[in-house]
T-cell receptor, first 114, second 113 residues
Framework: GDSVTQMEGPVTLSEEAFLTINCTYT??????LFWYVQYPGEGLQLLLK?????DKGSNKGFEATYRKETTSFHLEKGSVQVSDSAVYFC?????????????FGQGTILTVHP | DTAVSQTPKYLVTQMGNDKSIKCEQN?????MYWYKQDSKKFLKIMFS???????INETVPNRFSPKSPDKAHLNLHINSLELGDSAVYFC????????????FGPGTRLTVT
């Protein structure tokens, strides 16, 4: 079945450090890929998406590129801020008949210190 | 205005009880979902409804019964609560099942003692 694997957390960084959170996936067909973010005490919000190979999703300084050859969708940000502290989820929606179903990774907790 | 709202925000109850969680969305979306997030933050879909019709049922115990009185509401009723049901339950909605973005509610933290 479909699955998403994220790097183990938690990740702790100083402000302005470079961030990478690794994400790899297994899916049949051509999935769409997403990063969702969950701030403390809130529900998830879509951060960025990519719907086909080599697409780059970007938002709020975060970027991720859909790499079909390595089945990866790593999240990066050049300079993190304290306000980026949150849980980050990589997710996929398989193509075809998987109507509405998102498969999530296990989440990566990011803490950014001043 | 809150797009996806859930009530209650916190729910503490004893094993064996029956409880309900309510969800409403004011986005005009056709599709709604219930997700369960365990203590390790792992998030898994439970149910999906499209315009009041059940679309996804992810091998959830039949003690869990979703009810959609109209397309703006999707409630979750849980019978005979067990300790393992303790989790955060999120409701979400999307324009339809092919939409890229799902909008999540703030979650309901259920604690079974």
């Amino acid at each position: 079945g479909d699955s998403v694997t994220q790097m183990e957390g938690p990740v702790t960084l100083s402000e302005e450090a470079f961030l990478t959170i690794n994400c790899t996936y297994t899916a049949t067909g051509y999935p769409s890929l997403f990063w969702y973010v969950q701030y403390p005490g809130e529900g998830l919000q879509l951060l960025l998406k990519a719907t086909k190979a080599d697409d780059k999703g970007s938002n709020k300084g975060f970027e991720a590129t859909y790499r079909k050859e390595t089945t990866s969708f790593h999240l990066e940000k050049g300079s993190v801020q304290v306000s980026d502290s949150a849980v980050y989820f990589c997710a996929l929606r398989a193509g075809g008949t998987s109507y509405g179903k998102l498969t999530f990774g296990q989440g990566t907790i990011l803490t950014v210190h001043p | 205005d809150t797009a996806v709202s859930q009530t209650p925000k916190y729910l503490v109850t004893q094993m064996g009880n029956d409880k309900s969680i309510k969800c409403e969305q004011n986005l005009g979306h056709d599709t709604m979902y219930w997700y369960k997030q365990d203590s390790k933050k792992f998030l898994k879909i439970m149910f999906s409804y499209n315009n009041k019709e059940l679309i996804i049922n992810e091998t959830v115990p039949n003690r869990f019964s979703p009810k959609s009185p109209d397309k703006a509401h999707l409630n979750l009723h849980i019978n005979s609560l067990e300790l393992g049901d303790s989790a955060v339950y999120f409701c979400a909605s999307s324009r339809d099942g092919y939409s890229y973005e799902q909008y999540f509610g703030p979650g309901t933290r259920l604690t079974v003692t």
